[in-house]
């Protein structure tokens, strides 16, 4: 029976489906894969996962979707699928590319990353034709869990957040200010870890402050990548945890911006597998 098999890989977690002809699925979860901050060992050793879970003789397509999936690491990825799936045609794209089939199948418009990190391009139906650079948490990723939680954590460090906001956030957290900087300069992704916070202003979101910090990140979403676009293109989707537990306030940014949201959706795999399946099986 002919499968294909789709990978949704975020810098937190990787979503992986198998699909057959006749409907049956499967699913997977793998860590996150991200080669800005991963080896090609521990990539394939993620990736060999899928491989030993699902009977890769069968699977005739991949189609992998993947952060910092540019094109310096298309041909890494290539590889490595092509021999843990010898018999399958290979397909590799990055996360961005996943968010504008998930969002807006083969129409025009703007699609967007709001996760552990963010992105954002105008996509014509068919390629990508512009993409402002993201430049991660440090320099960019605004609208990002990681970003939301630096402004969280820096503000609370430095005593800037209103002190209930300070004293429910070590109580939420059961850590203190070495612990956290640990995490931050020294952990093994900073990025990951920052973005946990995230789930503090999702608990609190009635506080001022919080719901303040969230509309400020997604002020600045706006203002430093989707207002670079054509201003003619006013449709836009959302893809990513971030956008789906704070929809409402995306919405209200969006809509202040002059923006029609398509749709927002937290995990992108159903909207993936539901795009290649019928380009695959059509009815």
């Not at 957040?161 to 956030?169: G, Q």
């Not at 640990?182 to 202003?201: D, M, Q, W």
């Not at 999702?202 to 969230?214: D, F, H, Q, R, S």
Request: hydrophobic letters at 40%; glycine letters at 10%.
């Amino acid at each position: 029976m002919y499968m294909f098999l789709v990978f949704d890989a975020g810098s937190t977690k990787t979503d992986v489906r198998l699909v057959a002809e006749n409907g049956e699925t499967h699913s997977l979860e793998l860590a996150g894969i991200n080669p800005f901050f991963m080896d090609k060992e521990a990539i394939c050793a993620e990736l060999r996962r899928a491989s030993e879970a699902f009977p890769s003789s069968a699977v005739g397509h991949v189609y992998y979707y993947g952060a910092g999936c540019v094109s310096d690491y298309e041909s890494l990825f290539e590889q490595l699928l092509s021999s843990l799936f010898p018999q399958a045609k290979v397909e590799v794209h990055s996360d961005l590319y996943a968010a504008c089939r998930a969002t807006l199948g083969d129409g025009a418009g703007i699609a967007c990353i709001l996760g552990t990190g963010s992105n954002s391009c105008y996509y014509d139906g068919a390629r990508v034709v512009r993409n402002v650079p993201p430049l991660g948490y440090v320099l960019g990723d605004e609208g990002s869990g990681a970003t939301m939680g630096r402004c969280l954590v820096g503000d609370v460090l430095k005593g800037c957040a209103p002190a209930e906001v300070c004293d429910l956030f070590w109580t939420w957290c059961g850590s203190d200010y070495k612990t956290v900087m640990g995490g931050v300069y020294k952990g093994e992704f900073p990025n990951r870890f920052l973005a946990t916070f995230s789930r503090f202003l999702a608990e609190n979101i009635t506080m001022p402050y919080c719901c303040g910090l969230v509309e400020k990140s997604f002020i600045a979403f706006f203002e430093r990548n989707v207002l670079q676009y054509p201003a003619s293109v006013k449709e836009i989707g959302f893809v990513g945890s971030i956008a789906a537990h704070f929809s409402d306030i995306l919405r209200e940014v969006a809509d202040r911006y002059g923006y029609k949201v398509r749709t927002i959706v937290g995990r992108p795999m159903d909207a993936l597998v539901a795009y290649h399946r019928e380009r695959l099986f059509p009815a």
